[in-house]
């Protein structure tokens, strides 16, 4: 008998060690929020835990430590894991680059490099600063930043970013941003800031563990004191059954269920090229209803471009080109560069040129006066050549005729492109129940409505002031609730503030985009709004998921108490499993995949 209990205190030596040393951090938080009556799971835990000493469960209140700092293990994990692609993506921008300065070839350090410097960036190395490339060309891999699935061709006078691999030329790069200041950092600072930033879902779940932390000491206490009080009951028993309501009641997986799903999205989001700057705007774009496009530069490519040529000149179609260049070399006029990729350049002389506003411009060449512009400038147009520009007009685009004061020589059709893209966003968009897509655009309203027609969507508003397009969004919203507006992130501003979520297209070449929008696609890709939305709608639907698995899980082990059944072990295993499984059920959301394009295989093994 002597050695039994001197084995049994022995133990409980043993077990009080485990539960000091391994619980002592959960206790000074513990007992801090106890004093101050502030109730969370910590302070259930540490009360479990200390009941269960005093009543001399010792084996099992060490059990509950160490469970419970396993689970406090996993959830750092999972978090971490959930965070990978931000701490992935502060490791793929070189940590030093080649700078020329001086005419001296140094090696510095990424914080030394100053705008400026020349950056030179060898085939197969990663770019280290945002800068303008000023010699040679090469393909770079921009996925990374953009989420694009394919290098981009890159030459003089284009702009590069951090981080991004230079496949196959030589390039010298003027850097033009420090390295606090690029665009990898800025996206990096953001969706940090967006993982932190709570969402509704999770303020509701912190306002429900508010008082509902404090309901389950009560139920805890109840269950303790009134059976032996009114009952006769095993004083041992039940507050042993006590203490397992406050370990079964701790709302660890409750807690933890929406800020995991809210950070793997974000995070996911980021790698896939979309940058969304809140768990807000996250839970919003699940539940859209009605989506307003820009039309220049986001159902459109945004640059025009010569679609038709119809040519009446009897001579060689190069002296046309010729004659068409070098007026239009002397234009200001918007679309004098599309007319110029069409013909190239030429320097014929061209003598008393001059620009008619509202009607085009006029020069003389070689003697004769040539002219170009609207119908406006030409006094007689032939039937038959009208009858081809309203055919023209007809399909939204503009026409320039070519002439002189006797004779008309040709037509050009100049247009801004649809995007190959658009027609199957928008029916994609379609298909997962957005009630209404609208174009809004300052253009005319015969070329809204082509190009509404082309893209699919379902409704037009031309001839619209970026003060009318926040007129008609708010119009939208009173209609549909839930409303984005999608733009490029400038002259949209209003609209964008407008909506429910403001969508930027080409965030990762403007600060405007980053800034103003609440959700930015880094790359001019539509197809990323669908995968947005699918983020979004499976994120809502692992929330909810979590939510009612932990409520559930929590209450029918509650129902065990009546029958007795209810252990600290059980409790335990109940809160722990509990937390695991949401955490995994969370982490689901990083195999969200962007099915339209291909993401930087490398960039996905280092984020795995």
């Known amino acids: 008998m002597f050695l039994m209990t001197g084995y049994l205190f022995s133990e409980n030596i043993f077990f009080a060690a485990a539960i000091l040393i391994g619980g002592f951090p959960l206790f000074k938080t513990g007992l801090k929020n106890l004093i101050q009556l502030e109730f969370d799971m910590k302070t259930l835990m540490t009360i479990a835990i200390i009941g269960a000493a005093i009543i001399g469960d010792w084996r099992e209140g060490a059990v509950v430590v160490i469970l419970f700092a396993i689970s406090e293990v996993l ?31 140094l090696t510095l350090k990424a914080e030394e490099i100053e705008v400026g410097d020349l950056m030179l960036v060898k085939p197969g190395q990663r770019i280290a600063m945002d800068g303008v490339i000023v010699e040679g060309a090469s393909t770079v891999n921009q996925a990374a930043i953009t989420g694009e699935s394919l290098p981009v061709s890159k030459a003089i006078d284009d702009e590069v970013f951090a981080g991004t691999l230079n496949e196959d030329g030589y390039l010298e790069v003027k850097v033009t941003k420090l390295s606090e200041e690029t665009t990898i950092a800025k996206i990096i600072h953001l969706v940090e800031e967006a993982q932190g930033e709570k969402a509704p879902s999770q303020r509701f779940v912190d306002i429900f563990a508010k008082y509902y932390t404090p309901v389950i000491m009560i139920i805890a206490a109840l269950v303790a004191l009134v059976p032996p009080l009114l009952f006769n009951g095993a004083w041992h028993q039940w507050i042993y059954q006590g203490l397992a309501v ?11 269920s929406t800020p995991i799903s809210i950070v793997t999205a974000i995070g996911n989001a980021a790698r896939n090229g979309v940058l969304i700057k809140g768990g807000t ?31 009446f000149y009897k001579k060689e179609p190069n002296e046309l080109f010729a004659l068409i ?4 070399s002397r234009s200001q006029h918007p679309l004098a560069s599309a007319i110029l990729n069409k013909t190239g350049k030429h320097d014929r002389q061209v003598e008393d040129f001059s620009s008619l506003t509202g009607k085009g411009i006029k020069g003389t060449i070689a003697g004769t006066e040539y002219l170009i512009g609207n119908i406006k400038l030409f006094t007689a147009i032939p039937v038959e050549v009208m009858e081809q520009i309203t055919t023209l007009q007809a399909q939204g685009k503009t026409v320039m005729i070519v002439g002189t004061n006797e004779e008309i020589l040709a037509l050009m059709a100049v247009a801004d492109e649809v995007r190959e893209s658009s027609r199957t966003v928008v029916e994609s968009l379609h298909r997962m129940g957005i009630e209404q897509t609208i174009l809004l655009t300052g253009d005319n309203q015969n070329t809204a409505e082509v190009i509404g027609r082309s893209v699919g969507v379902s409704g037009t508003e031309a001839e619209l002031l970026p003060q009318d397009k926040w007129t008609f969004i708010k119009k939208l919203k009173e209609e549909f609730g839930s409303v984005a507006m ?61 939510i009612t698995f932990s409520l559930t899980v929590k209450l029918l082990a509650l129902l065990l108490v009546v029958p007795g059944w209810l ?22 959301l990083l195999r969200v995949k962007d099915s339209s394009s291909r993401i930087d295989k490398d960039f996905q093994k280092k984020i795995a």
């Open 325 to 328: 260049a070098a007026l239009e």
């Open 75 to 105: 959830e750092r994990y999972s978090m971490d894991k959930a965070r990978a692609s931000i701490r992935s993506m502060m490791e793929i921008a070189p940590a030093e680059a080649s700078i020329i300065r001086n005419g001296q070839e």
């Open 486 to 546: 999608v733009g490029d992130g400038v002259n949209d501003a209003p609209a964008l503030a407008s909506a429910t979520i403001g969508i930027a297209m080409g965030g990762a070449g403007t600060d405007t985009a980053l800034e103003t929008a609440d959700i930015a696609l880094m790359n001019d890709d539509l197809n990323k709004l669908p995968f947005t939305i699918k983020l979004s709608r499976k994120t809502l639907r692992i929330i909810k998921q979590n």
């Open 567 to 588: 252990t600290l072990w059980i409790a335990i295993f109940a809160d722990m499993g509990t937390t695991l499984l949401v955490t995994l059920n969370g982490l689901r």
């Open 281 to 311: 705007f996250l839970e919003q774009a699940g539940a859209l209803k009605a989506i307003a496009f820009d039309k220049t530069g986001t159902l459109t490519k945004g640059t025009p471009v010569v679609t038709d040529f119809v040519d």
């Open 246 to 256: 406050l370990v079964v009641g701790c709302p660890c997986a409750l807690v933890i």
